[in-house]
């Protein structure tokens, strides 16, 4: 069972927008958490990083949330734009292997004119 | 910023050849790297870690004769895949660095290989 689960699988939003996708994981103990966004056939691209104490971490129109509690995060983009259309993927770090990171499935966020 | 580049991006052969695909890090050293392989609308699955001057790790259900790794120098890790078949075709990515809580795992824009 993947310990990183993304909800929606998929979004289509109108430009302009707001949209907030979701992260749950249960990846223990952890790190950091890690937003990436990966536009269709490239690599993907860090968005936030955020240690198991921080609660939120923003980056333009980027805002990230963490509540390790509960174990959720989210990423809300603002004001989407055209070139947010990509996949936004979730990916926890485990405290004891650094390199092993868990990647969730990926929200494929569409933004329309 | 950090810059890993990954070559070729795209590779279209027939069934049987062996395909090498090259990670560099462009402006750091990297004694460590990543291979990943991601299928459409899938997580990308590490399938193996790049120790430089030493053996790489494969994640298990890997065959390290099939993907052989070496990692040569702190700034290039290789990939060939060894006498490739249609259902090697994927999305190949490579990643480095990342090695502190506040560092980001820098990706290769990944490479797409096709077997007919």
């Known amino acids: 069972k993947n310990q990183v689960e993304q909800s929606p699988q998929s979004l289509i939003i109108l430009e302009g927008k707001n949209c907030t996708l979701q992260c749950n994981y249960t990846v223990s103990p952890f790190s950091n958490l890690r937003w990436y966004k990966q536009d269709t056939g490239r690599g993907p691209v860090s968005l936030t990083i955020m240690t198991f104490s921080e609660n939120t971490k923003s980056n333009g129109r980027y805002t990230a949330t963490l509540d390790a509690d509960t174990k959720q995060s989210s990423l809300h983009i603002t004001a989407s734009q055209l070139s947010d259309s990509a996949s936004y993927i979730c990916v926890v770090i485990p405290t004891d292997s650094w390199g092993k990171l868990q990647f969730g499935a990926g929200t494929q966020v569409v933004v329309t004119p | 910023g950090a810059v890993v580049s990954q070559h070729p991006s795209r590779v279209i052969c027939k069934s049987g050849t062996s395909v090498k695909i090259e990670c560099r890090s462009l402006d750091f050293q990297a004694t460590t790297m990543f291979w990943y392989r991601q299928f459409p609308k899938q997580s990308l699955m590490l399938m193996a870690t790049?120790?430089?001057?030493?053996?790489?790790?494969?994640e298990q259900g890997v065959e390290k004769d099939k993907f052989l790794i070496n990692h040569a120098s702190l700034t290039l890790s290789t990939l060939t895949v060894t006498s490739a078949h249609p259902e090697d075709s994927s999305f190949y990515i490579c990643s480095a660095g990342g090695t502190g809580d506040n560092q980001p795992q820098h990706f290769g824009d990944g490479t797409r290989l096709s077997i007919l």
């Open positions: 790049s120790n430089e001057g030493s053996k790489a790790t494969y």
